[in-house]
């Protein structure tokens, strides 16, 4: 079983940051795929970043690519999603995602998530 628990998120100016962090409780699982989701109001789920946690690869959405950086702490059991030169566009409910391997973006094959966090960004 693996939980995960968003903390992070709130509200920005366009050209700001934030930083979201997932807690991730893996016990008993080895390597496996950590991924950040967003939904906005009226749109479907959407991918924008992935880590394998084996050894550290990332995939970012085109969307967020040189905006958005994904990074683990492997000490704390931690995924990270450092997002900067935010746009109103971002505005969405983030959350994270894990599966056992980075070979998809569908939503309906991640098996975990999180509750979501807020992230609001304003122009």
């Known amino acids: 079983q693996v939980q995960l628990v968003e903390s992070g998120g709130g509200s920005a100016q366009a050209g700001g940051s934030l930083r979201l962090s997932c807690a991730a409780s893996?016990?008993?699982?080895?390597?496996?795929?950590m991924a950040w989701f967003r939904q906005a109001p009226g749109k479907e789920r959407e991918g924008v970043a992935r880590?394998?946690?084996?050894?550290?690869?990332?995939t970012y959405a085109d969307s967020v690519k040189g905006r958005f950086t994904i990074s683990q702490d492997n000490a704390k059991n931690t995924v990270s999603l450092q997002m900067d030169s935010l746009k109103p566009e971002d505005t969405a409910k983030y959350y994270c995602?894990?599966?056992?391997?980075?070979?998809?973006?569908?939503?309906?094959?991640?098996?975990?998530w999180g509750q979501g966090t807020q992230v609001t960004v304003s122009s």
């Open positions: 880590i394998w946690t084996g050894s550290g690869a990332t």
């Open positions: 995602a894990a599966r056992p391997w980075c070979n998809t973006w569908t939503p309906t094959l991640f098996n975990y």
């Open positions: 893996t016990s008993g699982h080895g390597s496996i795929c």
